[in-house]
């Protein structure tokens, strides 16, 4: 379906795309919407939303979710946004701006200084399911769960009643 959508695209026509997804927006889209409770709360390309974000994102996993916590108040000082845990997968995520790799390294220091074993600990450019954390303070719903879930792209929706929502422009 993408193909079609950017054949489409790449003839001329618009194309108004809404969707929930917002891996779908990210890779449609020359413009975005996102709506929140029936609300925009902004619009651009995905850069200059991700931009709006600032920075990096520092992100890991506990494997041991009883140590979320733990690794949660060990970090939280070093980033420029509160941490989002996913309850589910143990994935811990926050905005670190600009600091890029030196918040890398003090985040090892810290977690080892905790003792909190975590995998996968990396930085990242900001996604679409950061943005929305940032303009709305709350993950998107998923399937009607307060929170959503953070592993992988998460939808910008609810498929009760579609309160979340990212509109995109081709």
């Given at each position: ?8 695209v790449a003839?001329?026509?618009t ?8 891996d ?13 409770h ?7 390309t ?9 920075g ?5 996993t506990?494997p ?6 733990d ?5 939280s ?11 589910e997968?143990?994935v ?10 030196d ?13 909190v ?18 303009l ?5 719903e ?8 953070r ?12 309160k ?7």
């Open positions: 379906m993408w193909a079609i959508i950017r054949s489409l003839g001329g026509t194309l108004l795309l809404t969707t929930q997804y917002l779908e927006a990210d890779e449609l889209a020359n413009e975005i919407v996102v709506i929140d029936g609300l925009v709360i902004a619009a651009g995905s850069e200059q939303l991700k931009d709006r974000v600032g990096d994102v520092l992100e890991f506990v041991d979710p009883t140590r979320c916590g690794a949660v108040v060990a970090i000082k070093i980033g420029e946004s509160e941490p989002h845990v996913d309850k997968t143990g811990v995520s926050m905005g670190v701006g600009s600091r890029g790799s918040a890398l390294v003090e985040a090892v220091r810290i977690l080892d200084g905790a003792a074993e975590t995998r996968g600990l990396a930085l990242r450019r900001p996604s679409l399911d950061d943005v929305f954390l940032a709305t303070g709350h993950a998107a998923e399937d009607g769960e307060a929170g959503g879930r592993r992988g792209r998460r939808k910008a929706g609810s498929q009760q009643g579609g979340d929502t990212a509109k995109a422009a081709s």
